[in-house]
């Protein structure tokens, strides 16, 4: 192996971006949304004439709770019925509760300060509430000034559409440096993009072509917004290495190109080592790269089928066996604490404040597992929390910790721990709608032994066919191995030599989320991202599998009104 001028260290400091770079993780700059606002019958402030309407937004930070203003819109003079053309861009996260409120003024000066002028009410809601309303079109009443009707607002969502397009593209290469004493080069790339400071960010790496100095190497896609965020003419840096098995990749040298330059087919570029080309009057390249073929075509995101009407139906399934303690105890899991939720409330309102927004009905199937039944003492593997067979729904998530708190009064912990009748419930519901219309969730809360893992695994492989996901949160001090194998992140689950076509299992221990402090409320946030973060590619991969495109939204509604004069403030 030829050591690379300039000694170990730089070499080192060259590897370290190749090495740290997860793909899945790419750090994709986020979805972004715009909101536009409009209000009606706005209350008037003004003597002569009608108010001059302003709204501004606020934004709440996840661990402070602290509201902070995020933007205004311009003023429009006259009017109770304001369509405000200056809009909000956001940034969207299915994971994430993100608290928006907007509150209303009749600017009656040029003053910035916001006390100087007439305050005509608020509207506190999510984002998720925002994008997942019919056509992602919400409309709320106006309130904050007591006795008095403010009015309505009304927000649209709109995601911006640079972020969609998906380029597929293939490079082989010719002539590259030698680098290996024994047989050929074995040479992979590595893609960065550039970002605004002039620092690069890895966002691809292909796959390694042994023994070869001309590699062709397989086609790969790649989001346009991670290629370029979006900007066409942005550089985009290309090094190509020698891989070793030890991990100390010999550089053979980079090159730059653009979007734009690969979208028009540019299709030669000179891999180029500038230590080399410093040294050697003769150099020209280290080789060549060619791009062979390039396409682009725009993928579906996770909001088109939001916006288009998919329902997310969220159902929750809780561990009612013995291994949880008995609920009077103060040691058990179930324990029914008059002052604080326990962990299996605490995690159940986490995920379901998150997911309700995606469910216009808001009423969940609730479920239980592993207790015995009265009046007979039967043992259930899927009964309903509220005590209903015939309709097990809950009203919103309140109704969920309702009942639950109403089943631990009335069942018998009992066991064994089985998982599979509650994937399968699910399972059956998710097989009579898969026209993309439902897409279900369960969310299951255990205290982690499972029983039943070969059935389970068989049900997790039919029910990845499926269109759902399934949450696995486990409460207690047990060890979750058997979870973690279902997580199927880094061994895909199969049973019975089949695997699952498509990875649903999502797992996180709860004991993660809980501070030293016992300030609970940080780690609900975090522990509901982590284990939601995946769901919208879990989505994706079904409808995408199954050549679902999304219903094209209704059209936009414009709320009748009159054309205004706007101001700046």
């Not at 969940?364 to 015939?390: C, I, Q, T, Y």
Request: aromatic share 10%; net charge negative; hydrophobic share 35%.
């Amino acid at each position: 192996m030829e050591m690379m001028e300039g000694g170990v260290m730089e070499k080192l400091e060259d590897m370290s971006s190749v090495y740290d770079f997860d793909p899945i993780t790419g750090n994709i700059p986020a979805t972004k949304v715009e909101i536009t606002v409009s209000c009606r019958n706005l209350l008037d402030k003004d003597t002569f004439s009608k108010s001059d309407p302003l709204c501004v937004l606020y934004t709440q930070g996840i661990e402070t709770k602290q509201w902070r203003e995020f933007g205004r819109t311009e003023v429009i003079d006259n009017t109770l019925n304001p369509d405000f053309v200056r809009k909000y861009i956001l940034d969207y996260f299915f994971e994430e509760k993100q608290n928006l409120r907007f509150d209303l003024y009749d600017v009656d000066s040029k003053s910035p300060d916001l006390s100087k002028h007439d305050f005509l009410g608020q509207m506190v809601c999510t984002l998720g509430e925002i994008v997942g309303s019919p056509a992602s079109r919400l409309e709320k009443p106006l309130g904050g000034i007591p006795g008095k009707k403010c009015g309505t607002i009304i927000l649209s969502a709109e995601e911006l559409s640079n972020c969609r397009d998906s380029a597929t593209m293939q490079f082989c290469a010719n002539k590259l440096d030698k680098k290996d004493f024994f047989g050929k080069s074995d040479p992979f790339m590595v893609f960065y993009r550039s970002n605004e400071d002039g620092t690069f960010t890895i966002c691809h790496k292909t796959e390694v072509v042994k023994n070869t100095l001309n590699p062709v190497w397989q086609p790969f896609t790649i989001p346009v917004r991670a290629l370029c965020n979006g900007d066409y003419d942005r550089t985009i840096k290309v090094e190509v290495y020698d891989w070793d098995r030890d991990g100390s990749h010999d550089f053979i040298g980079d090159f730059t190109t653009s979007y734009r330059e690969l979208a028009r087919g540019q299709s030669q570029f000179n891999v180029i080592n500038t230590k080399k080309k410093l040294k050697k009057k003769k150099y020209v390249n280290s080789g060549t790269v060619t791009l062979l073929s390039f396409s682009v075509e725009s993928e579906f995101t996770f909001l088109d089928y939001i916006k288009g009407g998919t329902q997310i139906n969220f159902t929750v399934a809780i561990d009612f066996t013995a291994s949880n303690g008995n609920p009077s105890q103060s040691t058990s899991l179930h324990y029914m604490n008059p002052y604080q939720l326990n962990a299996y409330a605490m995690a159940l309102k986490a995920v379901g404040e998150i997911i309700q927004d995606y469910d216009s009905d808001k009423m969940f199937p609730a479920l239980g597992f592993g207790a015995k039944l009265p009046p007979d003492g039967r043992v259930s593997h899927e009964f309903p929390l509220n005590g209903n067979m015939e309709n097990p729904y809950c009203n919103g998530i309140e109704g969920i910790l309702e009942a639950y708190h109403r089943s631990l009064r009335t069942v018998q912990l009992y066991g064994p721990t089985n998982f599979a009748p509650v994937v399968n419930h699910v399972a059956r519901y998710a097989a009579a709608v898969q026209d993309g219309s439902q897409y279900f969730v369960l969310l299951i809360i255990t205290d982690g032994v499972i029983s039943d893992m070969a059935q389970t695994k068989e049900a997790i492989v039919n029910g990845a066919k499926l269109p759902m996901s399934i949450i696995i949160v486990g409460v207690g001090q047990a060890e979750f191995d058997a979870m973690v194998e279902l997580d199927g992140d880094d061994i895909r689950v199969s049973s019975r030599g089949k695997l699952a076509e498509r990875d649903i299992v999502q797992f996180v221990p709860f004991r993660d989320y809980m501070d030293r402090t016992g300030n609970h409320v940080l780690s609900m946030a975090r522990l509901a991202k982590d284990v939601l973060a995946e769901i919208p590619d879990q989505f994706i991969s079904y409808m995408k599998s199954r050549g679902i495109k999304p219903n094209p939204a209704p059209p936009p509604y414009t709320p009748p009104g009159h054309t205004h004069h706007h101001t700046q403030i």
